[in-house]
């Protein structure tokens, strides 16, 4: 079955502080996987897409891996602020004729003063 | 350009009613989509569009209609609302399917009562 899982669901740090979520998933065949950034009462945002061959990107503060082996990828914040407060949505999408995209959870970070 | 705008941004239905969401797009892409966002669980697609005139089941379509007139609009139609039909609905475009970025809308509450 395909699936995105994310961890943890929730997540409380201090600011300046760094962070990494998680994103697992059973997708296949693999064709890219993006983070996205959903502020409260706001559409989702793009942070950063990663096909099969990239195994890392940055955009800013924020830096996503990928392990296409263990099908695995992680999202680092680096100094955390307040405006990092957010949900932060893994989405991974099938290489197939038709349309096969599939939303993680996502994790909600809470970056405290 | 105002990107992806959606109307209304909240409504109260009662069971039974009938209502239209409006997305508009101004950025000429090809492809829109409509999402449902619930508590703990990811985005899920309801029906999608590839051009102008064309509409496609998404993952949870029952209960929806959609319609694709003119290529910069997506509407939404709710036929006979239910309580379960109680969330956050998104829409989104991109330029085309694949590792394109999709923009989304601020979201529409719908709460059926």
């Known amino acids: 079955k395909n699936q995105v899982e994310q961890s943890p669901q929730s997540l409380i740090i201090l600011e300046g502080k760094n962070c990494t979520l998680q994103?697992?998933?059973?997708?296949?065949?693999?064709?890219?996987l993006r983070w996205y950034k959903q502020d409260t009462g706001r559409g989702p945002v793009s942070l950063t897409i990663?096909?099969?061959?990239?195994n890392t990107k940055s955009n800013g503060r924020y830096t996503a891996t990928l392990d296409a082996d263990t099908k695995q990828s992680s999202l680092h914040i680096t100094a955390s602020q307040l405006s990092d407060s957010a949900s932060y949505i893994c989405?991974?999408?099938?290489?197939?004729?038709?349309?096969?995209?599939?939303f993680g959870a996502g994790t909600r970070l809470f970056v405290k003063a | 350009n105002a990107g992806v705008t959606q109307t209304p941004k909240f409504r109260v239905l009662k069971t039974g009613q009938s209502m239209t969401l409006l997305c508009a797009q101004d950025?000429?892409?090809?492809?829109m989509y409509w999402y449902r966002q619930d508590p703990g669980m990811g985005l899920r697609l309801i029906h999608y569009?590839?051009?102008?005139?064309?509409?496609a089941k998404g993952e949870v379509p029952d209960g929806y209609n959609v319609s694709r007139l003119k290529k910069q609009n997506f509407l939404l139609g709710l036929e006979s609302a239910a309580p379960s039909q109680t969330s956050v609905y998104f829409c989104?475009?991109?330029?085309?399917?694949?590792?394109?970025?999709?923009?989304f809308g601020p979201g529409t509450r719908l709460t059926v009562t």
């Open positions: 989104a475009s991109s330029p085309d399917r694949g590792a394109y970025e999709q923009y």
């Open positions: 994103c697992n998933y059973t997708v296949s065949p693999f064709s890219n």
């Open positions: 990663m096909t099969f061959s990239e």
């Open positions: 989405v991974v999408s099938r290489n197939t004729g038709g349309f096969k995209t599939i």
């Open positions: 950025m000429n892409h090809e492809y």
């Open positions: 569009s590839v051009g102008e005139g064309t509409t």
